[in-house]
């Protein structure tokens, strides 16, 4: 009866020893988080002091497809609230931007104890080429397809044929296409900035595809060889998406699908690069185990 109490009392104190890294996990997660939270309020109230240089910058792209058709830049409040749900959007998308950084180091904070020194040099630089990779999709998305969106969009408008000043004076007959009720583009601030930073996320979102890629392939989840054998999906995948993604425009759709499925190519490469180089270190180590299981008993055939 004793030997059971004392077992017991043991298998207590070892779930009490094993639970108290749990709990300082917690922790560490908690202040982490908080910390994140104390970045991202900051860089939010300081993007909201300047909300509206912000959005001038945001509506470039409108602005500059309206001047080409010779119409003035403006967009319009629908509702008495609405101008101040925008400078939150901006301030909510500024805080974000501005704050990511040290999100990012947090979050490198709380997984990095827990890595050995190589695995710390393996992910390190993912930790860094994920914004970077966020920064160039949604540049892309701002400077190329937006243009081309908007330009694809205000093509619709349509308005009543003007008469030239002499013919009005001398009073000609208006031309019967005059008639025509004019459609004028009026566009909600709300609902264009909506579209705008929609874009912007779904192509940064888009060109975190090495860099995901890649890692799983760092990690062993997935093959270049794998992955080279589903191309014909990852293309159906990719046209499915820049048709959601995209005006229904077809250039705007053709140049998304040319730059997502570039990018699935070299994530293709990246990951046989790594392939190769954990085959010669372990070859160097001499744990390398030739896979002739396919390929038969040719040592010309071996992997």
């Known amino acids: 009866m004793a030997s059971k ?12 020893d094993s639970s108290a890294p749990l709990i300082e996990h917690l922790t560490e997660l908690r202040t982490r988080i908080i910390w994140s939270m104390v970045a991202f309020i900051i860089a939010m109230v300081l993007s909201y002091t300047i909300w509206n240089p912000i959005y001038n910058v945001l509506t470039q792209p409108i602005c500059h497809a309206l001047e ?7 967009l319009i409040l629908l509702k008495l609230q609405e101008g101040f749900f925008v400078a939150v959007r901006i301030s909510l998308l500024g805080g974000f931007v501005l704050a990511f950084p040290i999100i990012g180091y947090q979050m490198w904070r709380f997984v990095a104890p827990g890595l050995y020194r190589n695995e710390k040099a393996a992910f390190f ?3 860094i080429a994920s914004p970077v990779m966020f ?3 949604g540049s892309f998305a701002f400077y190329v397809i937006l243009p081309m969106a908007y330009d694809f969009f205000l093509g619709f408008q349509q308005g009543p044929l003007q008469l030239p000043d002499d013919a009005a004076a001398a009073g000609a007959a208006v031309p019967e296409a005059s008639a025509l009720a004019a459609i004028v583009f009026q566009g909600s601030v709300d609902e264009y900035l909506s579209l ?4 912007i996320l779904a192509f940064g979102l888009s060109f975190q595809l090495p860099v995901l890629l890649t890692l799983m392939g760092k990690a062993g989840l997935v093959s270049a060889e794998g992955l080279g054998s589903v191309r014909r999906y990852a293309v159906v995948a990719i046209l499915a998406l820049a048709a959601v993604a995209t005006p229904p425009d077809v250039i705007s759709q053709v140049v998304l699908f040319v730059v997502i499925y570039g990018l699935y190519e070299v994530s293709i490469q990246l990951v046989a690069r790594i392939e190769r180089k954990r085959e010669a270190h372990l070859r160097a180590q001499g744990l390398w185990v030739e896979d002739d299981e396919d390929e038969g008993d040719d040592p010309a055939t071996a992997r």
Do not use: N, S, V, W
Request: with cysteine.
């Open 5 to 16: 109490t004392k077992t017991k009392a043991r298998t207590d104190d070892d779930l009490d």
């Open 68 to 74: 080409e058709r010779g119409q003035e830049c403006g």
């Open 125 to 127: 630089p993912f930790l």
């Open 135 to 137: 920064f160039i999709g």
């Open 196 to 199: 705008t930073i929609k874009f």
